[in-house]
Structures are given as structure tokens and as C-alpha cells.
């Protein structure tokens, strides 16, 4: 069974950069045909796309975010992680990690996430 | 992006009921629509894939249904832990969007 843990601070200061790492357990990242993605959730609202990347390297950001998203693969430690910079209040979110399953002829989906984690933004 | 709206935003019901959720997406996305479950506190869990693919061990009291716009999830005789936010999905491009949510509470 495949499991996902996100890690990072808690609590980052406007203007900062958000650096999250979601650490895959139970299944390698680099098999099979899945994307590696982050999606948040402002409390009580709804949830947000943020991106995704494959292994061979390509990426999908969200438009909304793109000029401030990294996401990139540790394949070494079967990992992968989120970056978001010059954040601001708005940004104040849980984060969750997941993957995205689906290759060229199937309807993709996401069939695993993490327990997401607390992300304030404030000074 | 594409546009995924869901109705009601809330729906109260009594255990036994049968509910049904809609979900309409801006414009056509096949069978590339999700469902989530999610409980309070907790990750989003996936429900039906597919539109109408039952994800592995979900009750079968789940089903989905549509193609094209509009979609609906239905719920046969709901029981206490069904009650929580449902979410649609689509899948057809990026950047990926979810309705706002429906929240199944109780009547």
C-alpha cells in the first residue's frame, strides 16, 4: 500500500518561500505511469490544483500560481517536493501531496494523498 | 480552466435516505470526472473514478453516472459515516479543478 508523509515548517513569513517534501513509502516514483502532485485547501474552502510532474520531468503548473511553483523530483530518496515563493496570507493553507494515476488511455485519478499538513503564512 | 459546478452546497438527509449530488462541468469532458469523500479533518478520498467507476472497496451504495457536462453522484441508503463534503474533479486537462463541494450533513 502506498503512503504518502508531507514534512516541512509550519509557519512561514510573507514574502518567504513555502518549501514542503513529500516523502512516498511503500512504491517507488519512478514506476508506473503516475504524476507526483500538491493540491491545497484554505480552511473551510474548497480544494486547488496546484501542479504535478512526471517522472521523465514534465511539470503542470496552475496558472493562478505558475510564475511562483517549483515542484521536483528526489528520486534517490523517493521523494518529491513543492516550492512556492513570495507567499503571502493567501497562501495559508493545508497541503497535500498525492498521486495522480492514469496513463495515455485511462481516465487519470487520484487514487492515493497525503494527511496533508498546516501551512500559515504571517509574520 | 475548466469550470466544475456542484449542487446543492449542502444537503441534509436522515441515515437511510438516497441522495444524489450534480456536478456540471463549463464545457464537455467525457467520462474524465472524479468523486472524493472527505471527512472532517481528513485527505480526500476517492470514491468514483471514471464517472461511474467504483474505486476499489467503496460500498457499492455509491454510484456515479453522466457524461459530457453533467454528472451525479448517488448515495443509497446513507449511513452515519457518509456523512462529509463530497468534491467532483476533472481530469480531462490542467490545470485540474474540483467543484466547491457538497456538504451531506445531517437533517
Known amino acids: 500500500q502506498v503512503q504518502l508523509q508531507e514534512s516541512g515548517p509550519g509557519l512561514v513569513k510573507p514574502s518567504e518561500t513555502l518549501s514542503l517534501t513529500c516523502t512516498v513509502s511503500g512504491g517507488s516514483i519512478t514506476s508506473g505511469s503516475y504524476f507526483w502532485s500538491w493540491i491545497r485547501q484554505p480552511a473551510g474552502k474548497g480544494l486547488e490544483w496546484i501542479g504535478r510532474m512526471y517522472t521523465s520531468g514534465t511539470t503542470n503548473y496552475n496558472p493562478s500560481l505558475k510564475s511562483r511553483v517549483t515542484i521536483s523530483l528526489d528520486m534517490s530518496k523517493n521523494q518529491f517536493s513543492l516550492k512556492l515563493s513570495s507567499v503571502t496570507a493567501a497562501d495559508t493553507a493545508m497541503y497535500y501531496c498525492a498521486r495522480e494515476r492514469g496513463g495515455l488511455v485511462a481516465v487519470p485519478f487520484i487514487d492515493f494523498w497525503g494527511q496533508g499538513t498546516l501551512v500559515a503564512v504571517s509574520s | 480552466d475548466i469550470q466544475m459546478t456542484q449542487s446543492p452546497s449542502s444537503l441534509p438527509a436522515s441515515v437511510g435516505d438516497r441522495v444524489t449530488i450534480a456536478c456540471r462541468a463549463s464545457?464537455?469532458?467525457?467520462?474524465?470526472l472524479n468523486w472524493y469523500q472527505q471527512r472532517p479533518g481528513k485527505a480526500p478520498k476517492l470514491l468514483i473514478y471514471a464517472a461511474s467507476n467504483l474505486q476499489s472497496e467503496v460500498p457499492s451504495r455509491f454510484s456515479g453516472s453522466g457524461s459530457g457536462t453533467d454528472f451525479a453522484l448517488t448515495i443509497n441508503s446513507l449511513q452515519p459515516e457518509d456523512f462529509a463534503t463530497y468534491y467532483c474533479?476533472?481530469?480531462?486537462?490542467?490545470?485540474?479543478?474540483f467543484g466547491l463541494g457538497t456538504d451531506v450533513e445531517i437533517k
Open positions: 474533479q476533472q481530469s480531462y486537462s490542467t490545470p485540474r479543478t
Open positions: 464545457q464537455s469532458i467525457g467520462t474524465y
